[in-house]
């Protein structure tokens, strides 16, 4: 079975910039997440989608971040203009979610530093 | 938000040894789960706790899921040096189906 693919690996870019993220989570799941990793911390979770629809991104900065998932597949997310403390590590992750279990999985991670 | 701290926030142990951490959260959580990270990786699972006081085992992973629910602990035995990583405990909310991590602890394990 194939895993959540994301790309790119690695971005930088200076800050003003924009970047985008892709994801492509495992067939099947009805769940997409995608999370910020700063150096040193815990993964935070900036959006949550079910199928094409959000289900929460109280903690997305929506001034600066956006992300869809039109087709309820594949996702993207956004930062436009980026700024310095915007540089982490983006995760996606999806679930199967047929019972509420909280069992992500998870793709390598995009990591974004901004200069 | 919802904190959730982890300690130690590292540990150095040698290969062979027991190692025990523990995770603290000001909230109630209907699930527990322990992710480990490896360098350049995202974080996998590698144990899910479902109901206050479950006691689950996985090879030699070991974790409680605490009594008030607000806390969980995991325990390696006879640590290997592939034990190295960031582990992760994480609350869910089944209700909110949402996932909180908590800050990790960095095993080290030296030959």
């Known amino acids: 079975e194939a895993g959540v693919a994301q790309s790119p690996r690695y971005k930088i870019i200076e800050k003003r910039q924009s970047v985008a993220f892709w994801c492509n989570p495992i067939s099947g799941h009805a769940t997409l997440y995608w999370y910020q990793q700063i150096l040193g911390q815990g993964p935070k979770l900036l959006i949550q989608f079910q199928n094409n629809g959000v289900v929460d991104d109280s903690q997305l900065p929506k001034d600066r971040f956006s992300a869809e998932r039109l087709k309820g597949v594949d996702s993207t997310l956004k930062i436009q203009p980026a700024k310095l403390e915007d540089s982490a590590v983006y995760l996606c992750?999806?679930?199967?979610?047929?019972?509420?279990?909280?069992?992500?999985?998870f793709g390598e991670g995009s990591r974004l530093t901004v200069l | 938000g919802q904190q959730l701290n982890q300690s130690p926030q590292s540990m150095f142990i040698q290969e062979g040894e027991d190692v025990s951490m523990n995770c603290t959260s000001s909230s109630i959580f209907n699930t527990w789960l322990w992710y480990k990270q490896d360098p350049g990786e995202g974080p996998v699972l590698l144990i899910a706790l479902y109901k206050a006081g479950e006691l689950t085992s996985n090879g030699r992973l070991t974790a409680q899921f605490g009594i008030t629910r607000k806390d969980s602990f995991l325990n390696i035995s006879a640590s290997i040096p592939s034990d190295v990583g960031i582990y992760f405990c994480?609350?869910?909310?089944?209700?909110?189906?949402?996932?909180?991590f908590g800050t990790g602890t960095r095993l080290q394990v030296t030959l």
């Open positions: 994480a609350g869910y909310t089944g209700t909110a189906s949402k996932l909180t």
């Open positions: 992750a999806s679930s199967l979610d047929r019972v509420n279990t909280g069992e992500l999985f």
